[in-house]
């Protein structure tokens, strides 16, 4: 589930609003919001300080944030350089 977690966090903060995550993601805002508070409970931090219907990042979510960036982009290379090694694999058949 972490790595969804992380989705739905990137996803928050680069839409500035769990509202557009939760559509950008097609899950449901409650959906995202949960699994936000799962992340934070599981690490013992707040990453987003929430304000009415805006938040910020605390020190700790901007650093989440800036390393998440980098595992996403790690994973998405990951997939396509499996799935590419995967499809010459199949070639030789």
Do not use: P, W
Not at 28 to 54: D, F, M, P, W, Y
Not at 62 to 89: C, D, H, L, P, Q
Request: net charge positive; aromatic share 8%.
């Amino acid at each position: 589930m972490l790595l969804k977690q992380i989705d739905y966090f990137l996803a928050v903060v680069n839409a500035k609003s769990f509202t557009a995550a939760a559509r950008d993601c097609g899950v449901s805002q409650s959906a995202i919001s949960q699994q936000i508070g799962l992340l934070e409970k599981n690490l013992g931090v707040r990453l987003l300080e929430r304000h009415n219907r805006t938040f910020t990042l605390t020190e700790a979510g901007e650093y989440f944030y800036k390393e998440s960036t980098k595992i996403s982009r790690s994973v998405a290379k990951m997939m396509k350089e499996t799935e590419r090694i995967g499809k010459s694999e199949d070639q030789r058949r």
